[in-house]
């Protein structure tokens, strides 16, 4: 309860010292009318000046059937009271209505140069998409045609490889066996050598052989000779 005496006294102390700002909203001078601006609220003030219909008019406070008003010129008076209408006049309705149709035009003028541009711009892009489309196509057939002669190309290769492969399976076939025959070479060369180093053994022994059969012979003949020769003397000293 409190706190809402207090709120009732904070509202209570707005109203006071501001009463203009609570009042205040907007009005409108009544058609078909010049509207009397005075200083004061009666009609026994001076007129200031006089308002024409649909002026609008910030009303600020209330006193004996006049408002106390605020033009948008910011000259403060009084108006008649009965003379203020808060609904929007029609002239200012129309004249609204043919602002907003001047800027729904304007917007409208804007949107289809907008659209003519966007049309254009839509138009090179589609132009410009059915190049790209055909550049694409003649690079797909290019690749495609490329793509067929290296397939060809590549079943000559794998033809070759495989020709290469049972042909080093024979080269390697050849490899063993001369690996196999320099084997048996190197193994008859040893065997060679060592029937050369036998057979100039033996061919040493047998000239050693010979030359001593000669020379036995030599000294046979000469033992012989010498034999034949002392009989031969022998004999003619027998004679003599």
Request: hydrophobic content about 40%; charged content about 25%.
């Amino acid at each position: 309860m409190r706190k809402s005496f207090f709120h009732l006294m904070i509202w209570l102390m707005i109203v006071c010292l501001f009463p203009p700002l609570l009042f205040a909203k907007t009005g409108y001078v009544s058609d078909l009318l010049l509207l009397t601006f005075r200083q004061g609220p009666g009609n026994s003030y001076s007129v200031t000046k006089t308002l024409k219909s649909n002026t609008p008019v910030l009303i600020l406070e209330e006193e004996n059937g006049f408002y106390k008003v605020e033009l948008q010129s910011k000259e403060i008076g009084w108006v008649d009271k009965k003379f203020i209408i808060f609904e929007l006049p029609k002239t200012l309705i129309i004249d609204q209505l043919k602002q907003e149709k001047k800027t729904l035009e304007n917007k409208i003028s804007i949107l289809e140069s907008t659209s003519e541009t966007i049309q254009a711009k839509i138009l090179s892009k589609e132009a410009d998409a059915s190049q790209k489309i055909l550049s694409l196509e003649a690079a797909l057939k290019t690749a495609l045609d490329e793509n067929e002669q290296m397939n060809k190309s590549l079943l000559v290769t794998q033809g070759k490889y495989e020709t290469l492969i049972e042909q080093s399976k024979n080269i390697q076939k050849i490899i063993k066996e001369n690996k196999i025959f320099q084997e048996k070479t190197s193994k008859l060369s040893k065997e060679l050598e060592i029937f050369k180093g036998k057979n100039k053994d033996q061919f040493k022994t047998g000239m050693i052989k010979w030359f001593l059969a000669g020379v036995g012979v030599l000294l046979l003949g000469w033992i012989i000779g010498q034999s034949v020769s002392s009989k031969k003397r022998l004999s003619g000293s027998l004679l003599d």
